[in-house]
Each structure stands twice: as structure tokens, then as C-alpha cells.
């Protein structure tokens, strides 16, 4: 059975079938979601035209929260996608992004100069892109993945084993998906159970969370 996710939502309305063509899909999907175990939060701006020709302003299968100026859950909403699900995604991304890097030419240092603890893994690995042509990742990505695998560093130094697993599961095929390694691969690297593996990166995840939840909204 998948794991349940927590999922966050900012769409046009699902309180209001009114004049859209939006709230009767999400709610489609979001009841099929709420049957598989997932928790979905769905923010939707509270805007008179539907305040007026509201079906309902709570329901079972989400969390619906309506708001009507940013400011007022810019807080709880950045807080809402800093979980473990997001932080998980955005490393994986990451990942992603890294091997996606050419083997040679000016982006070289990036991919030589990334984490040492991440560039370890992936000599490990013995990654090469002469494998495979994914397509060379834009700068904005190349930005995000700087910013998410400076999150490995939030794990204290002295849990370097939490660091060293969240660091290899974050290297995620660019085509496949795929990771490069999975739980059994990096027990047998670690000479570890890989359901001991398991929670170790569930608690690195956490400690990355509880870093980041603590560094104030700007």
C-alpha cells in the first residue's frame, strides 16, 4: 500500500460550483484521494461572487480553508508545504536536477563542487551522463537544487549516517524516476537492516522539517 501524503491545494474554488468549470473536478479527485488514506489541505481565496452561491464552507475529504488576503495565512500556508512530503519532493528534485548536469563543459564544477556527502554517493553509484541525454536542467532549477541539498546540512553533523541516507535516496533517476538507490542498496553500503534505513531517513527528513520551521516567513 502507498504511503499517505499530505497534499496542499491553492485553487480557484471548491466551496462554489457557481460560473467554473473548477470545483466539481476537485472534488472528484479530492474524494478519491480522501479513499486512499491522503490528507489534502485546499486554500481557496474567499471572494464575495462565490461567498454568495457557497455550497458549503467545510467538508470530510479536506481541509478547505478560505482566506481573503495572503498576508492573513502566508504563515500556516508556508508551513502547510514545508512537511516532510514537500521537503522529500523538493530533495528528490534536486537529485534529479544534479545528475541531469553535463558531464563536462561550464557546468562541471556544479555537479564536482555539490555536496560532498551527495557527490560521494554518486561516485559511488558510478553515474555518468554519457548514458543517457536528459535535457540540461534551466537556472532556476539549477538554484533550487542548491538551496534543497543545503538542507542535508540541517542534519546535525554528529547523525552524519541520517545525513549520508537522506543524501543517496535523494538521487533520482532524470528520466526514469527511478532512485539510485533503494532501501536495501544503501542498508548493504551501511551494513544496516533496510527498514533500520527506513526510519533513519524518516528522522532525517523530520530534522530537516523541524530546521526549517523554526527559520522565521520572509
Not at 474524494?31 to 455550497?55: N, S, W
Not at 546535525?156 to 524516476?177: D, F, K, M, N, W
Not at 551494513?191 to 530537516?208: F, S, T
Amino acid at each position: 500500500m502507498e504511503a499517505p501524503l499530505k497534499i496542499v491545494i491553492f485553487g480557484l474554488t471548491l466551496s462554489s460550483s457557481w460560473g467554473n468549470g473548477h470545483a466539481t473536478p476537485y472534488r472528484a479527485i479530492l474524494r478519491a484521494l480522501h479513499r486512499r488514506g491522503h490528507r489534502v489541505i485546499f486554500y481557496e481565496k474567499d471572494v464575495p461572487y462565490y461567498e454568495l452561491r457557497r455550497d458549503f464552507q467545510d467538508c470530510y475529504y479536506c481541509d478547505l480553508i478560505l482566506y481573503r488576503d495572503w498576508d492573513e495565512i502566508r504563515a500556516r500556508a508556508i508551513n502547510d508545504v514545508r512537511d516532510a512530503d514537500a521537503v522529500i519532493h523538493r530533495l528528490e528534485e534536486a537529485g534529479a536536477t544534479l545528475l541531469a548536469l553535463p558531464g563536462s563543459g561550464w557546468s562541471t564544477r556544479l555537479r564536482t563542487s555539490s555536496l560532498e556527502i551527495v557527490r560521494t554517493a554518486v561516485e559511488s553509484y558510478g553515474w555518468s551522463t554519457n548514458r543517457i541525454r536528459p535535457p540540461i536542467p534551466s537556472p532556476a532549477r539549477i538554484t533550487q537544487m542548491d538551496e534543497a541539498m543545503g538542507w542535508i546540512l540541517l542534519i546535525p553533523v554528529e547523525r552524519y549516517v541520517l545525513r549520508r541516507i537522506v543524501g543517496a535516496r535523494s538521487l533520482v533517476h532524470p528520466i526514469t524516476g527511478r532512485h539510485l538507490f533503494p532501501w536495501r542498496r544503501i542498508a548493504g553500503t551501511i551494513g544496516a537492516d533496510h527498514k533500520a534505513v527506513q526510519r533513519w531517513h524518516a528522522q532525517g527528513i523530520e530534522l530537516i522539517v523541524a530546521q526549517l520551521d523554526r527559520r522565521p516567513v520572509v
